[in-house]
């Protein structure tokens, strides 16, 4: 089966841009769940989709942060206007169970850095 | 505040050595304990861990956790190259669906 899959693997852009990062989960995983790690820091969480219902969005640092996920399949995360310490790798993760043995699969990451 | 603390935080062995890594938490209402190998990439799955002196094993790599003394250790017999990478501690809790609380790491590498 296909993994999960993140686009794009890399953008730097210039503080005050628009960025959207785009997840596509393990077909069937109906968890989606985004992490990041920032420079130095552990990997945290920030949100996480049950099909397309936002779970839990309590690790979103700020409403510069939008996800989303229009039809319950991939998820965009967007950030809007970016500053500087939102730089970091972007990770997105599925898992069809809650947890229930098999843990989450992780997608390669987007590694953002801005500018 | 929820944690998870991993030591040591850089390691560098010989081929064929053996070692341990050490994770120790502090959440509340704890669920599980997993355990990732980070190599360029993504994470990629391990072990999950929810009872206290069960080991789980694959290959060379084994882990156990202690839910009284809250820490787990993850064992690499007979080491090799390929061994290197990033491992990632991290806990689930009952309480905040599948959130997961990530340890910094331990960097592993593995030198002929």
């Known amino acids: 089966e296909a993994g999960v899959t993140q686009f794009p693997s890399h953008s730097v852009i210039e503080k005050g841009q628009t960025v959207t990062l785009r997840c596509d989960p393990i077909?069937?995983?109906?968890?989606l769940y985004w992490y990041r790690r920032v420079m130095g820091k552990e990997i945290k969480f920030l949100l996480h989709?049950?099909?397309?219902?936002?779970?839990?969005e309590s690790g979103m640092p700020n409403n510069r942060f939008l996800a989303e996920r229009t039809g319950g399949t991939y998820s965009t995360l967007k950030v809007q206007p970016a500053e500087l310490e939102d730089s970091g790798v972007y990770f997105c993760?599925?898992?069809?169970?809650?947890?229930?043995?098999?843990?989450?699969?992780f997608g390669s990451g987007t590694r953002l850095t801005v500018v | 505040e929820d944690k998870v603390v991993q030591s040591p935080l850089s390691l560098v062995v010989h081929e064929g050595d053996t070692v341990t890594l050490n994770c120790s938490y502090e959440?509340?209402?704890?669920?599980?304990l997993l355990w990732y190998k980070q190599e360029k990439k993504a994470p990629t799955f391990l072990f999950m861990l929810t009872s206290s002196g069960i080991e789980k094993k694959s290959g060379r790599l084994s882990s156990i956790l202690d839910k009284k003394e809250l820490f787990s250790i993850l064992n690499i017999t007979a080491t090799q190259t390929g061994d290197s990478a990033v491992y990632l501690c991290?806990?689930?809790?009952?309480?905040?669906?599948?959130?997961?609380?990530f340890g910094p790491g331990t960097s592993l590498s593995v030198i002929p």
């Open positions: 077909s069937g995983h109906d968890n």
């Open positions: 989709f049950v099909k397309e219902s936002k779970q839990d």
């Open positions: 959440v509340t209402n704890f669920r599980s």
């Open positions: 991290a806990v689930s809790m009952k309480t905040s669906y599948d959130k997961v609380i």
């Open positions: 993760a599925s898992s069809q169970d809650r947890l229930l043995g098999s843990g989450y699969t």
